[in-house]
Structures are given as C-alpha cells and as structure tokens.
C-alpha cells in the first residue's frame, strides 16, 4: 500500500519566471508522513495537486487504484479522500452533527465501499461528542479543527490529507490537539501532514520528505520503524 506520484507543474510566479515543481516520490501507505521545507517550496501544493485541486501533468496512484494517468484525470469529488485544512473550514450555518452527516454523504455518494473508519470510534477519541450540536462559532479553535478531522474522517477515506492543521492555534490550543493527531496513528491508512513545527515532527512523523524548493527532487529524510506507528 503506496503512494506513488511523478507530476510536475508551472506555477505563475508574482514576478518573473514561473516556478517549475518535479514531485516525483514513493510515500508510504500508512503512519503519518510529514512534508516539510521552506515557504515556497511547494508543500501545499503538492497537497493540493494529490488531491486533485490543483491539476499538474503526470501519474497519481493511491494503493493500486490510478487517480491520475496522462489524459485521465479523477475528479476530486470521486477521490476517497478527506482533506483538512489550516482552519477547519466546516460549515458556519450546520452543526457539528450536520458537517459530519454531509462527509458521510459525499462518501456514499462517490462509492458503495467498504466503511475505512469506525466514525463512533473517533468522535469517541476526539472527544467532539458533547459538541454534536453545535455550531462552529461557538467552538474554540481546537474544537473547530477536531471537528474538522472527524468531518474528514466521514468521508471514509483511503487517504487523509492534512494541511498545517495546527498553524492558526495558540500553543495551548496546539497542546490540547496534539494527542487527537497522534491517535490518527490508529488508522491503516497513508496520513500526508504538510508542517513546518519541529515539535509536530518530533512528536508524530512515522516518515519524513524534505522539500528544499521549487524545481529541486522531495527527499525521503528519515522513516522510522514500525514501532512508532
């Protein structure tokens, strides 16, 4: 179980030349790898070209199953993924327990498959179940992003993306979520963490890719063994 990737992708550039990306990588089929390198480098967007939001010239497999392949092209909505973002992004006018209902939706929606995540398990984890009713502006920051992961998780997907989720809390916000992302572990899936903390590397990288910037080869820089999963 891999990802397996070769695209590369011209992005207009504010002043100048366009940056020239090469994602050309092997990521691991479960533990969280986490992609880090200096601003600029391309991390989200490699995020976002895996995910199909960005669409880039080249090959995507996700454990055997062919997203992206010369003129074919998985629309994202058809790609068993959940993606979170740097602020939880959930639904203002829905409750907790309407943002989870529609990840469940759009997951029965893109296939008939075999349920990925026991979603009882991990709102039980998250500890969002005193939070069901509520809606997002009566959550605080750390709430809103284990929403967002559960919402994510709704979506029973073989692949979960997670772009800084952490970069818009407090450290006392970062503290209180850090354990929630560390459960994620649990999941026989690929979890792709765009970072650039060292703690959120320290404390929960199984794999490690370097992005030293545009134009330049991602580098696998450290994997650690099983037992870290």
């Excluded at 533990?31 to 939001?53: N, V, W, Y």
């Excluded at 992004?89 to 029965?108: A, D, I, Q, Y």
């Amino acid at each position: 179980m891999t990802i397996e990737t070769k695209l590369d992708l011209l992005y207009p550039a504010p002043t100048g030349e366009p940056l020239k990306f090469d994602f050309e990588i092997e990521l691991p089929g479960q533990g969280i790898t986490m992609i880090t390198g200096p601003s600029g480098a391309g991390k989200t967007t490699f995020l976002r070209c895996l995910a199909g939001l960005t669409r880039a010239n080249g090959f995507i497999s996700v454990n055997g199953s062919i997203w992206q392949d010369g003129n074919f092209f998985l629309p994202t909505f058809k790609r068993p993924l959940g993606y979170v973002f740097q602020e939880g992004s959930l639904f203002p006018h829905l409750t907790v327990r309407k943002n989870l209902e529609f990840g469940s939706k759009r997951s029965k929606k893109r296939c008939k498959q075999p349920k990925t995540v026991d979603l009882d398990h991990f709102i039980d984890i998250l500890g969002i179940g005193h939070l069901m009713e509520r809606k997002p502006d009566n959550l605080s920051g750390g709430e809103r992003q284990r929403a967002a992961l559960a919402r994510a998780l709704a979506c029973q997907p073989e692949v979960l993306f997670l772009d800084e989720p952490l970069s818009a809390l407090d450290q006392k916000r970062k503290e209180e979520i850090m354990p929630y992302l560390n459960s994620l572990k649990e999941l026989k899936m690929p979890i792709v963490y765009v970072c650039h903390s060292k703690e959120e590397i320290d404390r929960l990288a199984t794999t490690i890719i370097q992005m030293k910037g545009p134009g330049t080869k991602m580098v696998a820089v450290a994997r650690f063994s099983e037992s870290h999963l």
